[in-house]
């Protein structure tokens, strides 16, 4: 019975972080799209670079949530690690952007 009360347990906070993915990824796409055609190019640039590690946003909170279900410390500080890689990975793809030439 253990067993079974775990298992709801990660399939829950596995629904609870599809839940945060999908607001994050509808937020972040919906912001985008604005500043892509209202706003202008750098604002869109720096917010569309947050879209490429998204998936990093799912799996970090799915593992952050099971570990705070479970009461776990790995999983937890597992998942806040991805959580702020995502964030990296976004700020520094962005800042590499300004690597690329027009000319090649």
Request: hydrophobic letters at 60%.
């Given at each position: 019975?253990?067993?079974?009360?775990?298992?709801?347990?990660?399939?829950?906070?596995?629904?609870?972080?599809?839940?945060?993915?999908?607001?994050?990824?509808?937020?972040?796409?919906?912001l985008a799209e604005f500043l892509k055609n209202n706003v202008?190019?750098?604002?869109?640039?720096?917010?569309?670079?947050?879209?490429?590690?998204?998936?990093?946003?799912?799996?970090?909170?799915?593992?952050?949530?099971?570990?705070?279900?479970?009461?776990?410390?790995?999983?937890?500080?597992?998942?806040?690690?991805?959580?702020?890689?995502?964030?990296?990975?976004?700020?520094?793809?962005y800042f590499r952007s300004f690597l690329v030439t027009p000319?090649?």
């Amino acid at each position: 019975m253990e067993k079974l009360k775990k298992f709801g347990l990660i399939l829950g906070a596995g629904a609870i972080a599809l839940v945060i993915f999908t607001l994050v990824l509808v937020g972040l796409s919906f912001l985008a799209e604005f500043l892509k055609n209202n706003v202008g190019q750098e604002p869109w640039l720096f917010v569309d670079s947050f879209l490429k590690p998204i998936a990093l946003v799912f799996v970090g909170g799915w593992l952050w949530m099971a570990g705070k279900f479970l009461d776990k410390a790995k999983p937890i500080k597992f998942g806040r690690y991805l959580l702020i890689l995502c964030v990296v990975v976004a700020v520094v793809a962005y800042f590499r952007s300004f690597l690329v030439t027009p000319n090649g």
